[in-house]
């Protein structure tokens, strides 16, 4: 699969399965009608969904670059960290317009999505990784 595709399909199949999640709990969290929880799940999912493409470009052009290849878990946990904390500082503005609430109510808001999109960004890679094989900047090299 080429790079821009893996990337493509990564991205869409993550932002499905969050949105399939996030929707109910913001409707349950903020007592909101599904319908206006929707809409905000997919507007969060469209700004990450964006993101992730971007953010995964870059982070695959660094790694193509390092000279110790794979993906060891601390690299996995620099790019869940690196993913979802630039991610924070995007959404806390679109979170805080949409609820019309505070900058830092929509900052704390968005620590327990944080949490679970922090583990569930590791662990979907993981996954991903597994179904559909390493991305070719982070394959083994033959001399390695």
């Known amino acids: 699969m080429s790079p821009k595709k893996r990337r493509i399909l990564q991205a869409l199949l ?23 929880t929707i ?43 690196g993913f979802e904390g630039s991610l924070v500082i995007i959404l806390v503005p679109v979170m805080a317009l949409w609820l019309n609430i505070s900058l830092l109510s929509a900052l704390l808001a968005n620590l327990g999505l944080l949490v679970f999109f922090f583990v569930y960004a590791i662990t979907f890679t993981w996954a991903f990784d597994c179904a559909f094989g390493l991305p070719a900047s982070s394959a083994k090299l033959d001399d390695d």
């Not at 799940?41 to 493409?53: K, T």
């Not at 052009?61 to 290849?69: F, G, L």
């Not at 993906?71 to 790019?79: K, M, P, T, V």
Request: charged content about 15%; glycine content about 6%.
């Open 14 to 36: 993550y932002e499905v399965f969050a949105i399939a999640f996030v929707a109910p709990v913001l409707s349950i969290i903020f007592d909101k009608p599904p319908t206006s």
């Open 39 to 81: 809409g905000l799940a997919i507007v969060l999912s469209s700004v990450a969904l964006g993101w992730n493409y971007v953010f995964n470009s870059i982070f695959e052009s660094w790694e193509a670059r390092q000279p110790v290849r794979g993906r060891s878990f601390a690299r996995r946990l620099l790019h869940g960290s």
